[in-house]
């Protein structure tokens, strides 16, 4: 099983084995406790679940879920996977070697958040026209007609731009640092500094 909760570094770049100047995104992928093993026998679908950094306080229930695994997790994930291996067992810890260079991942954040956005930056609508008396510059326009008598869901209107869970698929581990514990891929990856990103191997 190839998967991890990692921290957004940043950006930065490196040369590449062909020397091409490759821009990729530093992860934090401090250790990973395994907190949970689920299985279609005794929950009704696989997954292992995953205990990232450590909380200084917790609920008691909380506590007492962890209570095996040793720790006391700050972030706790769950991903879904198809067969459990067998060497996988509560307590135990994933590092950044769980990764190789060339590895193939799926990646899971939240993009940053923009606060309330216009119809023009958040759907990319046209601006109406400045000239001939042209008043409406960045009005959305008709959002409704005269029958039926309302807006359908779903309409594209003025409204909170950005801090959305986004998923990137097919990127590839271009760096695997076990000294630091860091993983960079290649690519973008959504969210800002510091945002939690869940890294998935794809077969």
């Known amino acids: 099983m190839k998967a991890l909760i990692t921290r957004k570094v940043g950006m930065t770049s490196i040369i590449a084995d062909d020397g091409q100047l490759l821009a990729i995104t530093l992860l934090s992928a401090s250790p990973n406790t395994v907190t949970a093993v689920k299985t279609a026998d005794k929950d009704g ?12 306080k917790l609920p008691k229930p909380q506590v007492g879920q962890f209570k095996e695994a040793k720790i006391l997790p ?17 307590g135990q810890q994933l590092l950044a070697d769980t990764f190789s260079v060339g590895d ?19 759907h990319n609508f046209h601006r ?6 042209g008043q409406s510059y960045r009005r959305p326009g008709s959002i409704g007609s005269m029958y039926p008598q309302k807006i ?8 909170q731009l950005g801090h959305e869970r986004v998923t990137i698929q097919n990127l590839k581990v271009a760096l ?3 000294d630091n514990q860091l993983i960079g891929l290649a690519g973008a990856v959504p969210g800002p500094r510091k945002s939690i990103v869940l890294v998935k191997g794809v077969k």
């Open 45 to 56: 679908y696989s997954a292992v679940q995953l205990g990232f950094e450590t909380a200084k």
């Open 74 to 90: 700050k972030v706790v994930k769950e991903f879904r996977i198809d067969d459990i291996a067998e060497d996988l067992n509560i």
């Open 104 to 122: 193939v991942v799926d990646v899971v954040g939240t993009s940053k958040g923009k606060g309330f956005a216009g119809t023009i930056r958040r």
């Open 128 to 133: 109406g026209r400045k000239t001939h008396g």
């Open 152 to 159: 359908f869901k779903g309409k594209k209107m003025a409204g």
């Open 176 to 178: 695997v640092d076990t």
